[in-house]
T-cell receptor
Framework: GENVEQHPSTLSVQEGDSAVIKCTYS??????FPWYKQELGKRPQLIIDIRSNVGEKKDQRIAVTLNKTAKHFSLHITETQPEDSAVYFCAASPPGTASKLTFGTGTRLQVTL | GAVVSQHPSRVICKSGTSVKIECRSL??????MFWYRQFPKKSLMLMAT?????????EQGVEKDKFLINHASLTLSTLTVTSAHPEDSSFYIC??????????FGQGTRLTVV
């Protein structure tokens, strides 16, 4: 089955700096890669996603890049703000569904003033 | 997107008892729902795929007799943790598949077994 690895496990940045979180996946058939933000005790919230026919996607301060050949994808957050502090999970899903997700291990992002 | 409601949000039960968790798709008929488990400060692990009108598909290592899943209607899937033990304490969360779109999650259920 699919295996998703995520790094780093914790990340501390100063407000205004950029944050980058990286994930690798094992199943070359996976073709949907969402990123979720989860606050303590809450449900995961989708912040951005990318499909395998696209190499990069951007939404305001958030961007995701995908390298299918290397089987890795990254989340980039620019101009970080304190409210960006949360746990971020990458995930991968096989063809035909966007909901059967294999999650990465999570990155705890702390944005300091 | 789909609105998913999970109930209860928190439950405390005694060891040996069973607990039922409901996952409802409020505005969408879901033939497939997914159940995840999350330990504190850990990732979400897929437990099973709930299929309306048929048996659930369990991931490797998940005991189907321990975690009973029923998907009797297009809007409701239930997860019953049977003969609960303290090690079953966890955050359980469901998601709904709406075609080829993002996953929509319930708000989760924090189960504490004492």
């Amino acid at each position: 089955g699919e295996n998703v690895e995520q790094h780093p496990s914790t990340l501390s940045v100063q407000e205004g700096d950029s944050a980058v979180i990286k994930c690798t996946y094992s199943d070359s058939a996976s073709n949907y890669f969402p990123w979720y933000k989860q606050e303590l005790g809450k449900r995961p919230q989708l912040i951005i996603d990318i499909r395998s026919n696209v190499g990069e996607k951007k939404d305001q301060r958030i961007a995701v890049t995908l390298n299918k050949t290397a089987k890795h994808f990254s989340l980039h957050i620019t101009e970080t703000q304190p409210e960006d502090s949360a746990v971020y999970f990458c995930a991968a899903s096989p063809p035909g569904t966007a909901s059967k997700l294999t999650f990465g291990t999570g990155t705890r992002l702390q944005v300091t003033l | 997107g789909a609105v998913v409601s999970q109930h209860p949000s928190r439950v405390i039960c005694k060891s040996g008892t069973s607990v039922k968790i409901e996952c409802r798709s409020l505005d969408f008929q879901a033939t497939t729902m997914f159940w995840y488990r999350q330990f504190p400060k850990k990732s979400l692990m897929l437990m099973a795929t709930s299929n309306e009108g048929s048996k659930a598909t369990y991931e490797q290592g998940v005991e189907k007799d321990k975690f009973l899943i029923n998907h009797a209607s297009l809007t409701l899937s239930t997860l019953t943790v049977t003969s609960a033990h303290p090690e079953d304490s966890s955050f359980y969360i469901c998601s709904v598949q709406q075609g080829w779109t993002e996953a929509f999650f319930g708000q989760g259920t924090r189960l504490t077994v004492v």
